[in-house]
């Protein structure tokens, strides 16, 4: 059937041979004195943030960031976080965003792990990026000031934290062309270090190049608003609309759209991508309110809304949204985690005239590999993240016979082929060749094919869990469980919690010797890891599970965990609710 596929548009893409800077020069000609970005009352025009870019790249090539140097994004959202990252692609540089909420020793190893020549920070995270990097080969510093999205209750002048290597932005662009330098980028050169975490919690490196970006920008751009990618006389990339995209969710030069998810995550990034790409203009959310979030939609008349599905568990809970005028949503896009069918029909009744839809992608991906038709008027199945993108192969095969494709409608593991796929992992050889095999990419994801060709994503196959649209993996936490005085023994499961999708749980079986609390435990590794990887429920258990083989049996831990305790509750009683934000979440723990 092809009921689902936007009329008009082709199966294949012609894709553009050109760097990612090539995505804002096109816009920033085509759109020009349009608003790109609204922070608060600050606003860049798409002119005005291809100049800033420009300007921020000659000023890195001054102080002597090369191409291939990486230049890591230390911010949360805020409209500076843009001029960076185009900055750094139109020096030839590489970006790498860095989570800002992390703590020293998490942000050290991931700086060392690209070589981070430089780094982009912001006053409030500042002192722990101080903190993180002494004895790193990071030369440059540059501090950007706050905004409306991004407030600070700091000093905006930290660059003595960081002795001659600080230095503001403002000083940074001073006297700097809003030409961009005259660098050669080549298409398979790596535009970002996209850090994910692997089967033991340890991140790894996604090296992706601007091929890739331009390719996944583009995949998304014209599926979303029914249109084909073309170059304009100058090499700018640009869309040209079919006639028959007239119910687009992205009508291209009029979009708004609303984001609030954090532009360090493959979801946020991709989607101020192609948001540029199709000439809308993106409103910046900082840390996350409901009330607020549902006041910018009725304001702004907003389009467009991307986000978690603890954004919109967060939204339904908020008594304002039956009273606010949301008819202006033509698109409520979901991606991070899937969404429960309560969820799904709820959105549909409180955004009338949107479609809502899911996605699925990840980082080894660039961001997004398949998505639901967009359009309101077509085939929308809910609980599917959708069909694969232009170009985009999909294969359900045998977990444990790779090689074997299963049939149709039944699960298996998800391997994707694309113009998204990456180049594998930065310093890990053995791994990527164990995921990367012949074009294809082993997404580690478990899920089926309908008769349709929808994708339906039902588990991991590690033991990986989804909180808020974050990736948790039990392992790191049960190591730094096991590092505690009073713990003998640890073992960390996913428990399904609809508002945020997995909550980590852990049992620990005592040290005898000493006692100990849930809350000290629960503390003990928040000190210790990034907010969202928290440990939410503590249970005490004598001992744990075994297989005869000796191992941990987690299947059996998951199931104590939905029979036992308060649904999203912490040992104290307090219940999970938000949504992410700039630096990663809002949570209210023990």
Not at 350 to 368: D, K, M, R, S
Not at 401 to 430: N, T
Not at 464 to 492: C, F
Request: charged residues 20%; negative net charge; proline residues 8%.
């Amino acid at each position: 059937m092809t009921d689902y596929w936007p009329a008009g548009l082709p199966r294949h893409l012609d894709y553009p041979d050109v760097p990612l800077g090539a995505v804002l020069a096109g816009s920033a000609r085509r759109y020009g004195d349009r608003a790109a970005l609204r922070d608060g009352d600050q606003v860049l025009t798409f002119t005005g943030l291809y100049e800033q870019a420009a300007a921020f790249a000659g000023g890195l090539r001054a102080h002597g960031i090369r191409q291939g140097d990486v230049v890591a994004l230390h911010l949360p959202n805020t409209l500076w976080f843009a001029v960076a990252y185009y900055g750094i692609a139109l020096a030839g540089a590489t970006a790498c965003p860095a989570n800002p909420a992390q703590p020293a020793k998490a942000l050290r190893a991931q700086l060392a792990d690209c070589s981070a020549a430089a780094v982009v920070t912001h006053p409030q995270p500042a002192p722990v990026l101080a903190e993180a990097i002494g004895g790193l080969p990071v030369r440059l510093v540059v501090i950007v000031p706050p905004s409306e999205s991004a407030p600070a209750d700091r000093p905006d002048d930290c660059t003595k934290l960081f002795g001659e290597a600080g230095t503001a932005l403002e000083s940074l662009v001073a006297g700097q062309s809003t030409h961009p330098p005259e660098v050669l980028v080549p298409t398979d050169s790596v535009a970002q270090y996209g850090y994910t975490g692997g089967t033991t919690g340890a991140p790894k490196g996604v090296r992706i190049l601007h091929r890739n970006i331009v390719g996944n920008t583009i995949q998304v751009a014209c599926w979303r608003a029914g249109a084909l990618p073309g170059l304009d006389s100058d090499g700018g990339v640009v869309l040209h609309p079919l006639g028959t995209s007239g119910d687009s969710a992205l009508p291209l030069g009029s979009c708004t759209a609303l984001c609030v998810s954090p532009l360090f995550h493959a979801l946020g990034l991709i989607s101020l991508n192609f948001f540029l790409l199709c000439g809308a203009t993106t409103i910046l959310n900082g840390r996350f309110d409901a009330e607020s979030y549902l006041e910018q939609v009725e304001r702004h008349r907003i389009t467009y809304i991307p986000g978690a599905p603890a954004l919109w568990h967060a939204l339904l809970a908020t008594p304002g949204i039956r009273t606010r005028n949301l008819s202006s949503v033509k698109a409520v896009v979901s991606g991070g985690a899937p969404m429960d069918a309560y969820a799904l029909e709820k959105l549909t009744e409180v955004f009338p005239n949107a479609a809502v839809i899911e996605g699925y992608g990840l980082t080894e991906a660039t961001a997004t590999v398949s998505s639901g038709p967009i359009a309101k008027a077509g085939l929308h199945k809910p609980g599917s993240q959708g069909v694969p993108l232009f170009d985009t192969q999909l294969e359900i095969r045998d977990p444990l016979r790779p090689g074997r494709k299963v049939p149709r409608g039944e699960r298996g593991e998800i391997w994707a082929r694309g113009p998204q796929v990456a180049a594998g992992y930065l310093g890990r050889p053995d791994e990527t060749a164990a995921q990367f095999v012949d074009g294809w990419l082993c997404t580690g994801d478990i899920g089926h094919l309908d008769e349709d060709g929808f994708l339906y994503v039902s588990g991991r196959s590690k033991d990986m869990l989804i909180y808020k649209g974050y990736n948790v993996y039990p392992r790191e936490l049960e190591d730094i469980l096991g590092g505690h005085p009073a713990v003998l023994q640890a073992s960390v499961v996913g428990k399904e919690v609809p508002a945020v999708g997995e909550i980590p749980v852990a049992f620990v079986v005592p040290a005898s010797e000493r006692g100990t609390s849930a809350e000290e435990l629960m503390e003990y590794v928040a000190e210790r890891v990034t907010p969202y990887k928290r440990i939410r429920e503590i249970r005490f258990v004598a001992a744990l599970p075994l297989s005869p083989a000796g191992k941990v049996l987690k299947s059996e831990l998951r199931r104590l965990a939905r029979t036992t305790g308060d649904p999203g509750a912490s040992p104290s009683g307090t219940q999970e609710t938000g949504a992410p934000d700039a630096a990663g979440e809002q949570v209210r723990h023990a």
